[in-house]
């Protein structure tokens, strides 16, 4: 089955610095790579997501990229800022049946220091 | 944000008892999620609905059991509680199985179990 690795598991950054997180899976079959926020005491919220038939997409200071041949992709958050601060999870989905397999990387806590 | 309520959102209770975990949808979205969140281990999928009455199994289901009598709803049911599943529980929609168009999942905001 699929397996998705994460890292780094923290990261601290300071204001206005960018920061990259990054993912790697097993299962060739993945086609949806959705990225997740997660506040404290709340539940995880999609931030971004890209398709296996885009290379890149970007959202105001959020952009994520997907390299299909080495089976990786990444978050890159610019100018961050307090409000970043989170812990951001990375998942992946494979297109094998009509079951609903979505699997979690196991999460990078982003500290942006002022 | 999506209309996603989880009941209770804390509960204790001690290894043996019975525990059930609610989650209620107002999106009318056809599949609904239960995960489990450990430290080290991101989300992990517990059971998984598809329609009313029609439910799968995930990756972690092992003493978990659920149900869905109606769209709306969505149940968790520890039938004897241990302490490994001591968790903090998400409950998940999404309009169609990503399978099938890989619609994004839209989480609640979790019930906090513990297992004395």
């Known amino acids: 089955g699929e397996n998705v690795e994460q890292h780094p598991s923290t990261l601290s950054v300071q204001e206005g610095d960018s920061a990259v997180i990054k993912c790697t899976y097993s299962d060739s079959a993945s086609n949806y790579f959705p990225w997740y926020k997660q506040e404290l005491g709340k539940g995880p919220q999609l931030i971004i997501d890209i398709r296996s038939n885009v290379g890149e997409k970007k959202d105001q200071r959020i952009a994520v990229t997907l390299n299909k041949t080495a089976k990786h992709f990444s978050l890159h958050i610019t100018e961050t800022q307090p409000e970043d601060s989170a812990v951001y999870f990375c998942?992946?989905?494979?297109?094998?049946?009509?079951?609903?397999?979505?699997?979690f990387g196991s999460g990078t806590r982003l500290s942006i220091r002022p | 944000d999506a209309g996603i309520t989880q009941s209770p959102r804390h509960k204790v209770t001690e290894t043996g008892t019975p525990v059930t975990l609610r989650c209620h949808q107002t999106?009318?979205?056809?599949?609904m999620y239960w995960y489990r969140q450990d430290p080290g281990h991101g989300l992990r999928l517990i059971h998984y609905?598809?329609?009313?009455?029609?439910?799968d199994k995930g990756e972690v289901s092992d003493g978990y059991s659920v149900s869905r009598s109606k769209t709306e709803d969505f149940l968790l049911t520890l039938e004897s509680a241990t302490s490994s599943q001591t968790s903090v529980y998400f409950c998940?929609?999404?309009?169609?199985?990503?399978?099938?168009?890989?619609?994004?999942?839209?989480f609640g905001d979790g019930t906090r179990l513990s297992i004395l």
């Open positions: 609905s598809y329609g009313v009455k029609d439910t």
């Open positions: 998942a992946a989905s494979p297109r094998t049946s009509s079951a609903s397999k979505i699997i």
């Open positions: 998940a929609i999404s309009e169609r199985g990503q399978g099938d168009g890989n619609q994004p999942q839209h």
């Open positions: 999106e009318n979205h056809r599949y």
